[in-house]
């Protein structure tokens, strides 16, 4: 008997192993390809405050409009441990998420009594389109813990309601997750009323369950009346949900996530990736019929229910906590001025949680080895349900390019590439010039981009400057670096190299590090007051008969007589334009080490474009 416990508890932890790893490596696949290289925005806002503020002022923002400390301290380590690695983000956000895929997979395992249907939700869970921004954004860190805790809520008045007698800990651990979720994103106050349901459902006696969680909510509002001066949420972009509410339009948008739920995208294209009405036949069609697949394991499952009337009761209970939750969770999200996908996610994992439910009532896992036929025919459909919603939901996720910030996003990355993916350190100090400015990047973003890099958070001595053209500066030094948008591709260009061959060209003679040879030969590009001037070096022994000619544009010569260590020359030439300069030394550098060309080094010349 031992050894046969022993088996199956080996067993149990084997399928625990494989699903974790499963689930592992489809999230890293199916997000393959997202990417935070550069911060911007709300991540680099939260990035600065990170740093310039100390433990206490970033964990426990008092006067903000927001309170949120369970989130802030989350955050704070998630930075922490990020450092300056930008591009670690993205990982830590799906290992996080993995984490949550794993309690829907137990959670899903537990409602309908087998390892595949949890799995299946699982699976469902990482799939969903909904997960984009959970994923691209440090910022999604919020809206991923306020999910897994109010999944956890969930879970334990679950527990709760359907266990004889229920564990004591399952109240408690509900009402320090709804605390905990109020500061993690205040939208889930609306989640106190799933309490209050549960205990009538259960037919709570003591007072204890019904005031800890009323001094549980009260607290949270002491809280913030203290913190914020106020206990009215905010809204969505610098509103407040006092001010914007309307009935109509939470009616409209708890419509449009119902629809979202059963996989119909029923917002506009900036906030859902592609429409509805945009979408293709063949995904309409799709999702059709996994909406017919839902149907007709609903029916069945309601027949079910129905005919069993022993289980019936405790059933319906279940019923009724899922479709409130749910039912919370749409209200919370529709009473702002939109609805973004992303708020959608909670509701949806709820659904697909319930999916399984139905599937353990509809054929117990007791019936497994008895009739194959029953199982087969009902999970079978849920399992056709996934299959289907695979194609539709990796369409949509290839259509993240059209979300409102995907393209700020994708620029913000580009620029982070063609500055210090490329240069690294070395861009610390530089002048960085751009272009134009149609990407109408703000004075903190251009102050603040580059510190994310810098171990020092400073990035000191680095500049940005927009500039309307190549004219607006002179010849390239070596700690310039010129970048162009690129608005057809989201991206940024360096083209430093490109520039300061443009404004000068070394046709022979000249080198990098300013030497000339005896003969010297090049094209330069002057500024907008047409004035090129001459900075002649010689480290030798003057002896007074040394002298350069210079040539300009092959007919004015100039004579300029080497009498010191260090001469200045000025020519006028046609601003904006390129001139071509020869050089005719007399004398050489006789302790040169080594001869670049067929002539002998002569001198150095630092040159400025005006």
Not at 337 to 355: D, G, P
Not at 406 to 419: C, K
């Amino acid at each position: 008997m031992k050894d046969r416990q022993w088996i199956g508890k080996e067993a149990a932890w084997k399928d625990e192993i494989i699903a974790a790893v499963l689930l592992l490596a489809f999230a890293f696949f199916i997000n393959r390809g997202i990417e935070i290289k550069g911060l911007y925005m709300d991540d680099l806002y939260l990035w600065s405050c990170y740093g310039e503020q100390s433990f206490r002022e970033y964990v426990f923002p008092l006067g903000s409009t927001r309170f949120r400390f369970v989130f802030n301290l989350i955050s704070w380590l998630e930075l922490m441990i990020a450092g300056n690695h930008i591009g670690w983000f993205v990982p830590i956000n799906i290992l996080v998420n993995v984490c949550i895929a794993y309690t829907v997979y137990r959670f899903g395992k537990r409602l309908s009594g087998r390892w595949t249907m949890g799995f299946l939700t699982g699976i469902l869970y990482l799939l969903s389109r909904m997960s984009y921004y959970q994923i691209s954004q440090v910022y999604g860190l919020m809206e991923t813990l306020a999910l897994w805790a109010a999944i956890g809520i969930l879970y334990c008045l679950y527990r709760y309601i359907t266990e004889e007698p229920a564990k004591k800990a399952l109240i408690p651990c509900s009402v320090a997750l709804y605390f905990a979720i109020c500061f993690i994103h205040e939208r889930y106050m609306v989640l106190l009323p799933l309490f209050y349901v549960a205990f009538l459902m259960k037919k709570e006696r003591k007072l204890v369950p019904w005031i800890s969680t009323t001094l549980a909510f009260a607290a949270v509002q002491v809280i913030r009346f203290f913190t914020i001066g106020s206990i009215s949420p905010a809204g969505t972009g610098g509103t407040t949900v006092a001010e914007t509410f309307k009935i109509t339009g939470v009616l409209k948008y708890a419509v449009s996530q119902i629809l979202y739920i059963f996989g119909i995208n029923a917002g506009p294209e900036h906030l859902s990736g592609l429409s509805w009405d945009a979408s293709p036949a063949w995904i309409r069609v799709l999702v059709m019929v996994s909406g017919l697949m839902l149907a007709i394991m609903t029916l069945i499952f309601l027949a079910v229910v129905i005919k069993e009337k022993k289980d019936r009761k405790i059933r319906l209970k279940v019923i009724g906590l899922f479709l409130l939750f749910i039912a919370l969770c749409i209200g919370s999200s529709s009473v702002t001025i939109r609805v973004e996908t992303r708020w959608i996610y909670v509701s949806m994992t709820a659904a697909w949680l319930f999916a399984a439910y139905m599937c353990g009532v509809t054929v117990p896992k007791k019936e497994l080895n008895a009739n194959l036929s029953k199982p087969l025919l009902y999970c079978g459909l849920f399992v056709l349900y996934g299959l289907i919603m695979f194609p539709v939901e990796s369409f949509y996720r290839g259509k993240y390019e059209n979300l409102y910030y995907w393209s700020n996003q994708l620029r913000y990355n580009s620029l982070a590439e063609e500055t210090y993916g490329n240069y690294k350190d070395k861009l610390f100090g530089k002048k960085i010039y751009i272009i134009g400015n149609t990407y109408k990047m703000s004075d903190f973003t251009a102050n603040t981009f580059f510190k994310t890099f810098d171990k020092k958070r400073t990035a000191e001595g680095t500049e940005v400057t927009f500039i309307d053209s190549m004219g607006s500066i002179g010849l390239i030094t070596p700690n310039m670096l010129i970048l162009r948008e690129d608005p057809a591709h989201n991206a940024f260009q360096d083209i430093t190299d490109f520039v300061r061959n443009l404004k000068f060209e070394r046709v022979y003679g000249c080198y990098e590090d300013g030497w000339l040879d005896e003969n010297a030969k090049a094209r330069i590009m002057a500024g907008n007051e047409g004035k090129i001037t001459f900075k002649f070096y010689y480290p030798g022994v003057i002896t007074g008969m040394e002298h350069i000619i210079v040539t300009v544009n092959g007919s004015e010569q100039r004579v300029i007589p080497i009498d010191a260590s260090t001469v200045m020359a000025e020519f006028d030439v046609a601003p904006s334009q390129v001139s071509e300069f020869t050089f005719e030394s007399n004398f050489f550098y006789d302790a040169a080490t080594e001869q670049r060309g067929e002539d002998r080094l002569s001198v150095v010349a630092d040159i400025t474009a005006n």
